[in-house]
């Protein structure tokens, strides 16, 4: 029998914007979320596309992982996932989107824009959420929501 799904605890954001500046303000955003929810999870920012892509294909492996625990004689499934911010203001940023989701198509991807305009390659790429810059804790709080049961329960079967 497989254990039950209790939840999910982000253990890992990563923040990729081709601007310092914006990555800064994205991350201090997203850094805010975990500080205000007391979450120990770790924040990469990344503005590099090559180094970013770099990691994400040396690191495919651990983006789901499970902790299963057993309360009250039940076993229990917690899985425990990153998730990626990443800013499309440009048809370089975007191809990186591209990239990463060919590289894992389980990982929860928000993407960050200035505006609008890339709706529809959002839902494309199976983004939880188009955030319009800049981000503010409650952006970043409305779009970890979108990480419900379901998202987790496909994480957790691939």
């Known amino acids: 029998m497989e254990p039950k799904l209790s939840g999910y605890r982000i253990t890992k954001a990563f923040v990729f914007d081709l601007d310092p500046a914006g990555c800064a303000a994205s991350a201090a955003a997203v850094w805010e979320y975990f500080a205000d929810k007391n979450i120990d999870a770790e924040i990469a920012k990344y503005t590099d596309s090559r180094a970013f892509l770099k990691y994400f294909d040396d690191n495919r ?72 810059k800049p981000l503010t804790l409650e952006s970043v709080r409305e779009s970890v929501k979108r990480i419900t049961p379901a998202v987790i329960e496909y994480a957790g079967k691939m």
Not at 83 to 96: G, K, L, N, P
Request: aromatic share 6%; charged share 25%.
């Open 61 to 132: 492996n651990d983006t789901v992982c499970y902790d299963v625990s057993h309360v009250k004689g039940e076993a229990v499934r917690l899985i425990l996932i990153r998730v990626v911010f990443i800013c499309v203001d440009s048809m370089m940023a975007m191809e990186v989107a591209r990239k990463i989701r060919e590289l894992d198509k389980v990982t929860p991807m928000f993407m960050i824009s200035s505006t609008d305009d890339y709706g529809l390659e959002a839902y494309r790429l199976k983004m939880l959420n188009l955030i319009i």
